[in-house]
């Protein structure tokens, strides 16, 4: 760029000096030498350097270097910006793509409850409003860390011969019922002793998303977990797909598949990607919702299932998800083409594949009648108040390891205090 505007600084006094037939080879030797079409080219020497005195002490001296600030009004004033913050905070600070899929919908409902309230001619400006726009007035607000963890899965060798290897190329995405099972573990970079596991159950086709938390990785509360989330799922179970982890691969889940028709595959040793779809989920809602804290007492475990009961029914009914359906390799570029954002709920009202056309109108009505009554700000609220009663109880726990054991009163106050928390 520097060597471009000491070209263009001689090369502008020549031009202008020069007559008329004489520019032409000037403007082409410029273009070549540039790389600026003619019509710019042409336009920079005529203005670099260009003198117009105003009187006699102010003289301005032209450089198409510096671009003019224009005097346009905002089109997004701050009424706009302050209800888009809003609107942002309550569906989780989603990225822009997803907000703008979801957020004509979503106004009439918040609107409803009483959570906003906004002019007609700011309501059209949010529903018109683009999603670079939106990235771009919140993007002051968007600093996000991710820690990196280890794998805490030991293999299960158990029936690991019997179980069919799935990759994720080979799912049916057009049927819902097909789920990847996958556990989190919350020990807070501590591995010792027993903590508290998530159950992340993820739909493959709609992006539905279940979630509960069990005492450890004993096979015994995971089945039970896994039966209790197949009564919520609003569509029949007809696959499990899951790692190889021996909390899955055991004799227990493989009878009980076999029992009820469900098809059971596991992933690839070492092979994460096979299970893309559940592993994004841990990550957007698990960790999102939960960090990287340790929970391993039953008071916590029963908060952090409180807490995933409003995270089931705000993920799904109002966490737009868009799905890729197209992926073309061009040199060493990769193009991927994404669906319309979605909420799990519309696309759940969308499939229709269900064996039982009567079982089916009865779990979409009742899923409607459910989503009606749902105030997607009231549950951000509790899920919010059960997250910083989770962090209370994480710093108790941490000044707990500060106090005397031998110090009896100190200990008691500190039980009393622990126990007021929990409760």
Known sequence: ????????????????????KDKGPILDEFSQLTG????YAALVLRNCGKRIRIDNKLVIVGDRGKKIRRNKPRSYDEKVLRALRKIWVIMDCMCGKRLVGVIGELIPVLEEHGEIGVDTRTKQKLLKISASTIDRALAPERKRMLSRRRSRTKPGTLLKHQIPIKTFSEWDEQRPGFVEIDLVGHDGGNIGGDYIQTLDVTDVCTGWTETQAVRNKAQVWVFAALKQIRECLPFKLLGIDSDNGSEFINGEL???CLKEEITFTRAR?????DNCYVEQKNWSVVRRALGYLRYDTPGELEIINRLHGYLRLYTNHFQPV???IEKTRVGSRVKKKYDKPRTPYQRVLDSGVVESHDVEEERKEALTKEHVKLNPAELKRQITKLQDKLRKIALLKRRKQDYDENDDKNHKDFEYIFREATN
């Open 1 to 20: 760029m520097k060597e471009r505007k000491s070209v263009t600084a001689v090369v502008a006094v020549r031009y202008r000096k020069a007559r008329k």
């Open 269 to 273: 040793a070492y092979r994460k990607n």
């Open 322 to 324: 868009m799905k890729m």
């Open 36 to 39: 600026y079409n003619r019509s």
């Open 254 to 256: 493989y009878r009980y």
